[in-house]
């Protein structure tokens, strides 16, 4: 079994920042990326930003230049700086691992991020 824990999360006004961190522990074979996506309220979730292990990053249009993703390998944590905040940046955002020869995804338990003056 895989656990993600995710914090960081909270309420910021716009233009500000928030840094989240997602831990992972558990038996992880094979890792592969880990990442995160976001839930606005009443949409779909979406992708927000992911890196590999070999550290190959990949990010939504919507948050390039604004928000860098991050990992500590011997840690299994993976971070989301996030500046200059939007309020459509609100929603819960998620943290994601993928991991096994079948590329399985795990999910954590979700961190509500509300960007609001």
């Known amino acids: 079994q895989v656990q993600l824990v995710e914090s960081g999360g909270g309420l910021v006004q716009p233009g500000g920042s928030l840094r989240l961190s997602c831990a992972a522990s558990?038996?992880?074979?094979?890792?592969?990326?880990m990442g995160w996506y976001r839930q606005p309220p009443g949409k779909q979730r979406e992708l927000v930003a992911t890196i590999t292990r070999g550290d190959s990053t990949n990010y939504a249009d919507s948050v390039k230049g604004r928000f860098t993703v991050s990992r500590d390998n011997a840690k299994n944590t993976v971070y989301l700086q996030m500046n200059s905040l939007k309020p459509e940046d609100t929603a819960v955002y998620y943290c994601?691992?993928?991991?096994?020869?079948?590329?399985?995804?795990?999910w954590g338990q979700g961190t509500q991020v509300t960007v609001s003056s």
């Open positions: 994601n691992l993928v991991a096994g020869p079948g590329h399985y995804d795990y």
């Open positions: 558990g038996s992880i074979f094979r890792l592969y990326a």
